[in-house]
């Protein structure tokens, strides 16, 4: 996957049509403690692919279902509510190590921006304070989420860019992964709600110029930080022309996280 510095690759990210393209792809590792590369790669991709329309959402051909399909995996269910969306896929690529993957779509639409900006902090159930934007996306999705989850038998993984990544980091407090990857993840609560997730195995992946992980800010009257364990990957590197998104910006864009990822396997 090569460096992509265009602003389609940060703001349309749906419109990619290449996804899972890594030479000789190592099997996603379900039993793996600690951070796995194999599974990062995996779930950058996940996490990629989501903001693709589906069938429920006019879609173009091919589909997000047709390259899942294409994969060996199977969207049983999306969950749409206004810009909001998230999706469950569940692996039938090894009968024998069966897994789900829950990923959230980061921000798409007016109404996701409004949500982002709104700083405001608001009591969360598993304690502490979250960002009230991204609690109010995230309660619009999760009954019909943990109904689902309720019926599985097999490990989950939990993942997303961006908004995303912020989405899937309120549902591993309200029901924990087998593991959380996120991907330039924003900050989503204080000091107490990042204590209350330290049991959980919580991955942020973030490119060391990306401006989205720096924020909302941790000062007066804000009390914002980052939960989980960090794993910084070098920046992209390559030539910005006078139409190339800035460096801060386009170590955001979802196939960047992917490409990072792919020069370390």
């Given amino acids: ?41 995996w779930l950058s991709e996940f996490s990629r692919l989501i903001y693709r ?54 921000t798409t639409g007016v109404e996701s921006w409004f949500s982002n900006f709104n700083m405001v902090q608001t009591q969360w159930t598993g304690g502490g304070l979250v960002h009230a934007g991204f609690r109010y996306d995230f309660l619009k999705l999760w009954d019909e989420v943990a109904a689902e989850l309720a019926l599985l038998d097999m490990p989950v993984f939990y ?6 990544g912020a989405l899937a980091t309120l549902a591993a407090s309200e029901r924990p992964p087998k593991a959380l990857y996120s991907f330039g993840s924003p900050k989503v609560g204080d000091a107490v709600f990042a204590d209350s997730l330290r049991r959980i195995e919580l991955h942020r992946v973030v490119n060391n110029q990306d401006i989205i992980p720096t924020v ?6 804000f009390d ?4 989980g364990e960090a794993h910084i990957l070098c920046s992209s590197i390559g030539y910005l022309s006078a139409n190339s998104v800035p460096q801060f ?11 990072g990822l792919e020069r370390l396997l």
């Fill in 159 to 164: 993942t997303g860019h961006s908004l995303g």
């Fill in 224 to 227: 914002y930080c980052h939960a």
């Fill in 249 to 259: 910006l386009a170590d955001h864009a979802p196939v960047n996280y992917t490409a």
């Fill in 53 to 106: 329309h589906g069938k429920d959402e006019n879609s173009d051909y091919p589909t997000r279902e047709d390259i899942l399909n294409n994969m060996g995996f199977s969207e049983v269910r999306t969950f749409l509510k206004g810009n909001n969306c998230c999706s469950l896929i569940i692996s039938e690529r090894d009968k024998s190590a069966p897994f789900a993957v829950l990923v959230f779509r980061g």
């Fill in 216 to 221: 909302p800010p941790s000062m007066i009257p």
């Fill in 1 to 41: 996957m090569n460096f992509d510095f265009t602003w389609q690759a940060l703001t349309k990210p749906g419109l990619s049509v290449q996804y899972f393209d890594l030479t000789d792809i190592k099997e996603f590792d379900v039993n793996a403690t600690g951070y796995n590369l194999i599974n990062a790669w």
